[in-house]
């Protein structure tokens, strides 16, 4: 009965290789995001969604692509993977947009490009 | 511009002492203020939040923060640190004017001593 579950945990993988994370709530919220950690612990929002539609998207590389195929999962596709993109990746979710919603956390995928 | 800080990267304290983790904000509108904790390869767990209720916020575990506006200020407090209670914390702001996405400080690590 996890809320916020993402896969794979740990993802190792060659430079250019393309990987994809995937990421699913529970919880019947209306609004997804992914957030990227890096190796200094801070954490930056990188997109967001809101019943399916993009409504934030930082400035973020084009080899990151999101996809939201319904409310309850928003999956994160990255293409020709470069050492930079090494970091742990969160899905969050919450119950809307507004500035009073607390996101929910998943536990994490931690990426290590090799 | 920075819209939250988060004034000690690491703070150090003896098993049954108060914690104080300490937190400003900056912002033009009333923000919804958060703290997160999270243990070593966790996920991030909601501690407490403000938002514009009472400005003496209690939390989980034990944990209460104090909105100050005068200060711009949400510090994190706790009367009597526990091992279980190292972790990293990580003071949030959600502003209108950032399009609800929540802001991340860049994170306290607390050690207790036993």
């Known amino acids: 009965d996890t809320a916020v579950s993402q896969t794979p945990k740990y993802l190792v993988t060659q430079m250019e290789n393309d990987k994809s994370i995937k990421c699913e709530q529970n919880l019947g919220h209306d609004t997804m995001y992914w957030y990227k950690q890096d190796s200094k612990k801070f954490l930056k929002i990188m997109f967001s969604y809101n019943n399916k539609e993009l409504i934030i998207n930082e400035t973020v590389p084009n080899r990151f692509s999101p996809k939201s195929p319904d409310k309850a999962h928003l999956n994160l596709h990255i293409n020709s993977l470069e050492l930079g993109d090494s970091a742990v990746y969160f899905c969050a979710s919450s119950r809307g947009r507004g500035q009073h919603f607390e996101a929910f956390f998943g536990q994490g995928t931690r990426l290590t490009v090799v | 511009a920075q819209s939250v800080t988060q004034l000690d990267s690491h703070v150090s304290v003896s098993e049954g002492t108060p914690v104080l983790l300490r937190c400003n904000y900056s912002s033009s509108y009333s923000p919804s203020l958060f703290w997160y904790v999270q243990h070593p390869n966790k996920g991030l767990q909601l501690l407490l939040k403000y938002t514009s209720a009472a400005t003496l916020v209690k939390g989980i575990n034990g944990f209460e923060a104090e909105f100050k506006k005068s200060e711009t200020s949400f510090h994190l407090t706790k009367p009597s640190a526990h091992m279980s209670d190292a972790a990293e914390y990580f003071c949030?702001?959600?502003?209108?004017?950032?399009?609800?996405?929540?802001?991340f400080g860049s994170g306290t690590r607390l050690l207790v001593r036993p």
């Open positions: 949030v702001v959600s502003l209108p004017d950032s399009s609800y996405k929540l802001i």
